[in-house]
């Protein structure tokens, strides 16, 4: 395939793009890490998504519907989610969150998209709305047997909606399972969303179901979590929630370390048929964790193409060194981009590479900066109590078991879930578990890692840890 053909934007072009960004400068640093708004920020907001919120939960429980009742976009794209009306892959949305200064709340706080100006005029009363937020959504699959999907999803997300379904008992299996995930992630900031509120007020069951719900999120992180009663279907209390929403405190941002992108999706924008010279490069999706990403900055994508010897099993990596040609949120055309938010970046290499998210899992950032690649990795092991909800012949299962010699679980690093083998249990302390990766990885010392075991056909969360140590990758050792 021949080389794709991008360019940088023109000067004429980047003058457009920066007049919507403002220009940064070390003052602006000290500005933007303020946890209060300031008019930086507010800046910025209008053109790119500062915080990411996943929405997790069971099985149709109304996760994809919320996500399009605030964001007017449909998060699922693919003709099978679409047919099935489930969602397989982690969905993406933003939406800008307004408030009226005149109108009462909860109908103050408006939501639309992504490209909405940034002072629209309210539809009640014409008075100007305030641009609150810029969220980007994670919208996770609630399947059990896509919670490997859903625990990629948990590592970019700065706050969550739990979504339960008001005509069921609570908790449906993913409920728990996705609230450990995103508790054993540290998530602080968790908003109950009660849905179907429509179709559960006979013989008053919703107020029933609101009592399971408080007494299933005592002792954790959303033990005093909000619960709003919503109809997504019917747009019912979205306002409130976008009022919530409003609240969630923007976290507090590194701009100045070396830029991590973590790339949770990647694709190929080239229609079939096009001609070699109208090709364009390869995009990475995701969300940058810390610095500043801006177009024309050489960057390197770690694990690189990791190519197998069929003869001898042997290793080998081949560096993917790139040049970002354009940065987008959404619609919106960027020159730079901070952490938060859902970004794609445009970049020079060829567009195989990107095609069907084969980038996932991978991290991006400025070449010799990034963490170390492993294929072995010692981990501090915090197991569940007990399994959540599964049944087995009727029965449900309660005890997660210990984990055993040679036995191969799945773990969830950043954005990747790699096969992780057994081959030595203890070391200086009883829970230290040793892994041999199935594939390559690119982590941090001290990073947090979820661990899965296959139970009845699925994977599912048996528990969390820390990387301690581990072994970096070495061609010549490697087989």
Known sequence: ?????DILPTEEECKEILSHQPKLTMQNFEVLNNPDLSPLIKEIMSRQATMNIGTIGHVSHGKTTLVKAITGIQTTRHKIEIQRNITYNLGYANAKL????????????????????????????????????????VDCPGHDILMATMLNGAAVMDAALLLIAAN????QTQTSEHLAAVENMDLKHIIIIQNKIDIAMKDDYARQQYQQIKKFVEGTNASTSPIIPISAQLKYNIDVVIQYLCKLPIPKRDFVSPPRFIVVRSFDINKPGTESKNLKGGVAGGT???????????VEIKPGI??????????????????????????????YCIPGGLIGVGLKIDPFLTRGDRLVGRILGHPGKLPDIYQKIVVR????????????????????????QQEVLLVNVGSTSVGAKVYHIGGEKDEEISFELLNLVCAEIGEKIAISRKIEKSWRLIGW?????????????SG
């Open 288 to 298: 940058l964790i810390r610095g500043i990403l801006k177009v024309g900055e050489v």
């Open 98 to 137: 307004y408030k009226c200064p005149k109108c009462k709340p909860p109908e103050a706080y408006k939501s639309y998209g992504s490209s909405k100006e940034d002072a629209p005029k309210c539809e009640v009363c014409g008075s100007t709305l305030e641009l609150l937020r810029h969220i980007s959504f």
């Open 381 to 404: 092991v915090h197991l569940l109590k007990r399994l959540l909800g599964i049944k087995r012949q009727g029965k449900i299962l309660e005890s997660v078991g210990e984990i055993r």
């Open 306 to 335: 990791i190519e197998i010897n069929n003869q001898n099993g042997k290793k080998k990596i081949i560096p993917i060194v790139s040049r970002i040609v354009s940065l987008k949120a959404e619609e919106n055309d960027l020159i």
């Open 1 to 5: 395939m021949a080389e794709p053909v």
């Open 168 to 171: 069921v008992p609570c908790p």
């Open 465 to 477: 840890g820390e990387v301690l140590r581990g072994t970096i990758f070495d061609e010549s050792e």
